[in-house]
């Protein structure tokens, strides 16, 4: 009888779902991308990884509707939105419960301190998740300090 009745909770719409996967996009090798990777599984998501060369990555940023200043080292798609850079987990989940009419999400650069780029803490850099719109504006999504 408990297993019915967990079973029937699951089934219920927003109660719980299956872990979302994001593919992730990147050059050979990136080990600032692996470790953003391994951030985004501790946190829920599945991920699948694809290495292509830099002249094809640059490429699906660009169809993507990324501008070259928007860009970092690899590029994530999930559930019809980009994910460039290390942007934390926790603003693709608060992306994809939202909603927003966006492109994605996107942590231009490699700012220290963010996911995948050694530890937060007091010699963190200070950065902003910028929504990208596809109108290719940006508003801060949220900052780290």
């Not at 009745?5 to 991308?33: D, H, K, R, Y």
């Not at 940023?61 to 690899?74: I, V």
């Not at 994605?104 to 990208?132: F, I, K, N, Q, R």
Request: proline share 7%; net charge negative.
């Amino acid at each position: 009888m408990l297993r019915a009745a967990a079973t029937a909770f699951t089934l219920l719409p927003g109660v719980a779902s299956a872990a979302q996967t994001i593919e992730v996009l990147s050059t050979a090798g990136c080990g600032c991308c692996i470790s953003w990777t391994r951030h985004m599984e501790e946190n829920g998501f599945e991920t699948e990884i694809r290495n292509l060369p830099m002249a094809d990555l640059m490429q699906v940023k660009t169809e993507a509707g990324l501008k070259p200043g928007l860009t970092s080292c690899h590029t994530g798609k999930i559930d019809g939105y980009v994910i460039e850079g290390h942007v934390p987990a926790r603003d693709v989940q608060r992306l994809l419960a939202e909603r927003p009419d966006a492109i994605g999400l996107t942590v231009p650069d490699m700012p220290y301190g963010s996911p995948g780029m050694g530890e937060a803490g007091p010699d963190a850099d200070p950065y902003d998740v910028l929504l990208v719109k596809r109108d290719g504006t940006t508003e801060v999504f949220a900052s780290y300090r």
